[in-house]
């Protein structure tokens, strides 16, 4: 059983909006401060936005203003609201939690930005 589960990628012009969501298991959810990453062809991942237990957040410059992380405890899922979408943001998105050791990482969810 995966522990992660990502989706709501997919094909958006830019200026275009797009909603993630990731399931987590009940235990990773609850003990832990959540990240969503991405990883563009070619390059390392990197981490895009975090969200702690309590729900304080922050975000990678390059995606300020533009993304917002939530979670909704009660479904163990944590959403990465993503507005003002650019070519550049085209990458894989994953989530996990925000610190080393990390859980397997799930299949990711793709998101493509066409110019």
């Known amino acids: 059983q995966r522990q992660l589960v990502e989706s709501g990628g997919g094909l958006v012009q830019a200026g275009g909006s797009l909603r993630l969501s990731c399931v987590a298991s009940?235990?990773?959810?609850?003990?832990?401060?959540m990240g969503w990453y991405r990883q563009a062809p070619g390059k390392q991942r990197e981490l895009v936005a975090q969200?702690?237990?309590?729900?304080?957040?922050n975000y990678a410059d390059f995606v300020k203003g533009r993304f917002t992380i939530s979670r909704d405890n009660a479904k163990n899922t944590v959403y990465l609201q993503m507005n003002s979408l650019e070519p550049e943001d085209t990458a894989v998105y994953y989530c996990?939690?925000?610190?080393?050791?990390?859980?397997?990482w799930g299949q990711g969810t793709q998101v493509t930005v066409s110019s």
């Open positions: 009940r235990i990773i959810f609850r003990l832990n401060a």
């Open positions: 996990n939690r925000l610190t080393s050791p990390y859980f397997d």
């Open positions: 969200i702690t237990t309590f729900g304080l957040t």
